[in-house]
């Protein structure tokens, strides 16, 4: 192996403020996530406490490698630099969230969008109009503040929101065609598609059963409280026995 020279001083101070200036950009993206992951937390906490019910199954975050996110500019033709980073590469930094049904989904979106500090970029529904391979979920594109010590960074956020099914179907699609670089036989393609159809089934077929639970449990506590009501009634003697009780005890 052929002796490397030395580097400069100045090609020392110009890697060191590269390092350091990569280093700033990925600390942002990362502040970005906290600061949603936060926001995401406290709105599942409110929600459980105000209705009882816990919409969310679980929440992940992922930050890509500054090697992915430079290998996707060089593909895209970009410049490689940090301001073609935050211009052309939208998912740097991502959220997903996993609800338990469909109208979960819709239900954190209206949240989240209606936060005053959040800056919606775009709303792309997979679920309304699913992508080719059958793949479903609800992808928001947010612009997060984060406060640093010397100014205010917009940070763009990807998040993306699907049950628990769509996520199953999603995870293992990703799985069954990793690396693999060829054209998919179209036969594959189309029992993916049904697979996804069938993961969508499932999930009316267990938000209609929820809808309906719920609805028994609501009939099952009005009856119970209207029986409370009645016994408590029941048991409560008239003031005016006791209006009469009282003058014939003071006599």
């Not at 090609?11 to 060191?16: E, G, I, P, T, V």
């Not at 209606?114 to 793949?135: F, H, M, T, W």
Request: glycine residues 2%; aromatic residues 8%.
């Amino acid at each position: 192996m052929p002796n490397q020279p030395a580097l400069s001083m100045d090609q020392l101070k110009q890697f060191k403020q590269i390092k350091t200036e990569m280093t700033r950009f990925m600390m942002t993206y990362q502040f970005a996530l906290d600061e949603l992951m936060t926001k995401i937390e406290i709105l599942q906490q409110e929600f459980h406490y105000m209705n009882d019910y816990n919409p969310i199954e679980h929440v992940n975050s992922r930050l890509k490698s500054p090697e992915s996110m430079l290998t996707k500019l060089y593909r895209k033709g970009h410049p490689l630099t940090l301001a073609s980073l935050e211009e052309n590469i939208n998912d740097i930094a991502g959220v997903r969230v996993t609800c338990s049904f469909r109208s979960d989904i819709y239900e954190i979106s209206r949240l989240l969008q209606g936060q005053q500090d959040i800056e919606v970029l775009e709303v792309r529904d997979y679920i309304k109009n699913p992508k080719a391979s059958g793949y479903q979920s609800l992808h928001l594109l947010l612009k997060i503040p984060v406060f640093m010590s010397d100014r205010i960074k917009n940070v763009c956020v990807e998040v993306q929101i699907r049950t628990i099914a769509m996520d199953f179907w999603a995870s293992l699609e990703h799985k069954i065609f990793y690396k693999y670089n060829r054209e998919v036989p179209e036969r594959l393609k189309n029992e993916l598609k049904d697979a996804a159809a069938s993961a969508a089934a499932l999930d009316h077929k267990m938000e209609k059963l929820h809808i309906e639970m719920k609805e028994i449990k609501d009939q099952d506590e009005e009856e119970e409280t209207f029986e409370l009501l009645l016994n408590n009634n029941r048991f409560r003697l008239p003031e005016a026995f006791l209006d009469v009780s009282k003058d014939s005890t003071e006599e």
